[in-house]
């Protein structure tokens, strides 16, 4: 299957600073990047999705000022956790795909990236 | 929009036996259902999908069946090992947009030696 690269896999940064998470697709064009957010034990939490070039729609209760996704090519998506929290401690994954998925395309996901907040 | 029920949560087998785990979803205008695998710390794997043009679709141990009548869907995996032990996310993309995908709540399987 396709590739999703995700960087980096595992992060620890002080309380009130920011941190960038990037994805990339390595052997295809994504068109579309999704951003989850996992909680032990539980299922994905899709945050946003990012088409490239324009502004990712977010979810319903997730902080756009928080968490800044930018989409700028279409091989990069970066997640940024500003102010960062020690809740704001979590797995983030990142997917990807080159089109709708009833038109035949697939989504993919990267490796994950674990943030801890001190 | 799209509701994806996954059952059960857990599953415990032994090695060589099988794993059936099961899914339902909502919206009739789904045609799209993948299976994906994560093992723990680590991002989930596409094991597996099936488009509603075909009922079944197999791949070595693993097989997807679709009742698109019923609108479920169900993961075999044949023979398991213990390598297998994972969790397992069924999912389908929502109505009015298929660019994402609604996961299930997931199932823990367990194959024992």
């Known amino acids: 299957g396709a590739v999703v690269s995700q960087h980096p896999s595992w992060v620890i940064c002080k309380s009130g600073t920011s941190v960038k998470i990037e994805c990339r697709s390595l052997?295809?064009?994504?068109?579309?990047m999704f951003w989850y957010r996992q909680f032990p034990k539980q299922s994905l939490m899709l945050m946003a999705t990012?088409?490239?070039?324009?502004?990712?729609?977010?979810e319903q209760g997730v902080e756009k000022d928080k968490f800044l996704i930018n989409h700028a090519s279409l091989t990069l998506s970066t997640l940024t956790v500003t102010s960062a929290h020690p809740e704001d401690s979590s797995f983030y994954i990142c997917s990807a795909s080159s089109g709708f998925v009833n038109s035949g395309n697939t989504i993919y996901f990267g490796e994950g990236s674990w943030l801890t907040v001190v | 929009g799209e509701n994806v029920e996954q059952h059960p949560s857990t599953l415990s087998v032994q090695e060589g036996d099988s794993a059936v785990i099961k899914c339902t979803y909502s919206?009739?205008?789904?045609?799209?259902f993948p299976w994906y695998k994560q093992e723990l710390g680590k991002g989930p794997q596409l094991i597996i999908d099936?488009?509603?043009?075909?009922g079944e679709k197999k791949d070595q141990r693993i097989a997807v069946t679709l009742n698109k009548t019923a609108k479920h869907f169900s993961l075999h995996i044949t023979e398991t090992q213990p390598e297998d032990s994972a969790v397992y996310f069924c999912a389908a993309p929502p109505q009015g947009g298929s660019e994402k995908l609604v996961f299930g709540k997931g199932t823990k399987l367990t194959v024992n030696p």
């Open positions: 990012s088409n490239e070039g324009s502004k990712a729609t977010y």
């Open positions: 099936i488009r509603s043009n075909v």
């Open positions: 919206d009739s205008a789904s045609n799209y």
């Open positions: 052997d295809f064009q994504a068109t579309t």
